[in-house]
């Protein structure tokens, strides 16, 4: 082999060698799908010409190709994209937020009480931060500003909010997390709803203190900001809770009833976000297209992402990068306890730079084996990184709730439609303030999860088996890492992930 | 470089011709896995070829819309360390990543991938799962989709070149609908403004 000479050299960390490439090789800014595929392949050839492993290595690559073709879990993905993108142009939002703050409006920090509750609604029916985050940013920032809301409160609790969507089920980040992971859709479901309401209870809690203590941040609405009034406002504000109910039902009833498959639950959302449309009469060819379009290229690229991931994957195992991880988490300080601080830092941290999506495709399968051995339920674990990696949404500068609020903030001096006064401009700083309330609460949150990890339901019944069953492949690998067995190792993960009631 | 570019233009007209055709593969598969659901459970009835039809459809979009995806400047890129660099920079960064990363890749991911598709048409290989679909138009797909998004890269690369010489605008190649875990929100902005 021509680079044998340079087995002495580099042979035993080509681990870390290969993972402080991947970190140049993704920050020099070129698509992160393809930079990743091309450090796989790049020290595939290496392995490969020092003699580590043979070409045939290479032949798995077509077959895990095909395993992420053939991933019934990630098609709920496109499903629930497709589903938030009809429903943000169907008009519901603005319904609910339109009538729910004229309901909440009165009170003190009413309008934000009324922003985080539909935002929770607007979790529950599909997993898409956009979606509320902009309605919320079009509708009720203009008013909380017209009555006198502190800016930073305001456009916290809007971005905040919207990013509720990635940890209430059923949310993309669940999805991924549990195919990551190798476990059921439906459990990552189960375990998360606790924390989602206690997240969004917290949020509550935020806003009430800020109006207690500083009244003149969150002020009452006069009455006469209501264009309803008494019995029509509560039947108003009672019809416009029926269309996210019966979305609610349709994904997460029939999925936590067993009835559907996360996948299935996913589709039936979509299906139904086409009928509301239909039944508002806003369904028209240039918004399905529309949302046919976005949903083909966020799934093209959330996907080349995993296939790039794969690639990466499969030799850094090739090369024992997996037992260096290992090695590198369990020799930490602390046990579990400094294990699961230095992770969920690490991935704080990260969250700054990276999107969910490039956590739980590179990181994600890096450091979920450890968990496993360590003892930890990978349920609870995937649900504790969930709400860690919502901060990514949240943070200054790169997070993506803020910069979808930025987009539809007032960024100009502006006259208000109804006082006719002149207005200050949201500014891109009031945005970042705002938020840190709102990232500390969530630190807070993950800090709570691991207190109290009861906070987490999780069910005890199948997932041993799955455990059980992956150790036997961990072993495996470790003797003989060929491609064949990783093929194997793909395949149990696939049986072992497929939800109830799937292929029969 | 006149009839380089040509030759990209074609390209680009052809993966966005298939790219906008395999997204509409999306909203059959919402209507094939809601009565999937539906027959299952309303009627007891299940079938494997409607169920692989689902995974069939999703794969077809996803793997035909990634040319499209990279035309459109729309795959996720890092950019906290060169995103202040000159739009120059970023064509180079481009032209360098392009026949560095993403043409090899492809070029690796077809000599393996085409005796995996061909092993498969030779013996017309079917579902392993009982009346289920022919599985070798699925993994015909995997080299088809490797060869247009060599292609795509080749393309991207010369417009990149093209822009250097300054024989096109930067604008041809700028993201075509944002970045990142949702469509760009001041399009939807727009259109959810333009609405009301």
Known sequence: MPLEFLTPLIGDHMAPIMFIGLVVFLLSGYPVAFALAANGLMFALLGIGMGMFTPDFLQALPNRVFGIMANDTLLAIPFFTFMGLILERSGMAEDLLDTIGQLFGPIRGGLAFAVIFVGALLAATTGVVAASVISMGLISLPIMLRYGYDRKLASGVIAASGTLAQIIPPSLVLIIMADQLGRSVGDMYAGAMIPGLILTTMYVGYVALVAFFKPSHAPALPLEARSLTGSKLLIRSLLVLVPPLFLIFLVLGTIFLGIATPTEGGAMGASGALLLAMSKKKLNWSLVRQAVDSTAKLSSFVLFILVGATVFGLVFRGVNGDLWVEHLLTSLPGGELGFLIAVNILFFVLAFFLDFFELAFILVPLVGPVAEKMGIDLIWFGVLLGVNMQTSFMHPPFGFALFYLRSVAPGKKYIDKITGKMMDPITTKQIYWGAIPFVLIQIIMVALIIAFPDIVSVEKKEVFDDSQAEIVIDVEEEVQPTAQTNDSSNNQFKISTDEPGGKK | ?196
């Open chain 2, 1 to 196: 470089m006149h009839a380089l570019l040509s030759f990209s233009r074609l390209i680009d007209a052809i993966n966005t011709k298939i790219g906008k055709g395999a997204a509409w593969l999306i909203l059959a598969a919402v209507l094939v896995s809601t009565i999937n659901a539906l027959t299952r459970y309303g009627f007891s009835m299940s079938s494997n070829a409607w169920l692989e039809l689902q995974w069939y459809l999703f794969a077809g979009t996803f793997l035909l819309c990634a040319p499209w995806t990279l035309k459109c400047n729309e795959h996720i890129r890092i950019d906290v360390v060169t995103g202040r660099y000159s739009p120059r920079v970023h064509a180079w960064i481009d032209i360098i990543g392009g026949l560095l990363f993403l043409i090899p890749m492809c070029l690796v991911i077809l000599w393996s991938a085409v005796p995996f598709a061909w092993d498969s048409i030779a013996s017309m290989e079917n579902s392993s799962n009982a009346g289920g679909l022919i599985v070798w138009p699925a993994k015909l797909l995997i080299p088809v989709a490797f060869t247009l998004l060599l292609l795509q890269g080749a393309s991207e690369v010369i417009k990149r070149f093209a822009f250097l010489q300054g024989l096109i605008d930067g604008k041809e190649f700028e993201k075509g609908g944002g970045h990142g875990a949702t469509p760009d929100a001041v399009e939807v902005a727009e259109a959810t403004t333009g609405n009301k």
